[in-house]
């Protein structure tokens, strides 16, 4: 258990810090962002970025949720 959460915990890190260098914009978010200047565009890319986590946030809530009651069947 100590090792999952280790590197449960080093895996959230990694992403927290490489956040800011990943460009999540399809064509069409890229050519409106590129009109708005650089501030927008890195909000729109923060928001779509933002987007995105937030259905694998649940999926590992509930898969955590899952693993642990199935631990206590066994």
Do not use: D
């Not at 200047?37 to 890319?45: D, I, Q, R």
């Amino acid at each position: 258990m100590k090792k999952f959460l280790t590197i449960s915990f080093l895996i959230i890190i990694y992403c927290l810090f490489t956040i800011h260098s990943v460009s999540a914009q399809c064509s069409i978010c890229t050519k409106t962002a590129s009109q708005l200047g650089e501030g927008p565009a890195k909000a729109l890319n923060g928001g779509i970025i933002y987007l995105m986590m937030t259905p694998f946030a649940i999926m590992g809530f509930i898969g955590y949720r899952w693993w642990k009651s199935q631990k206590e069947v066994e």
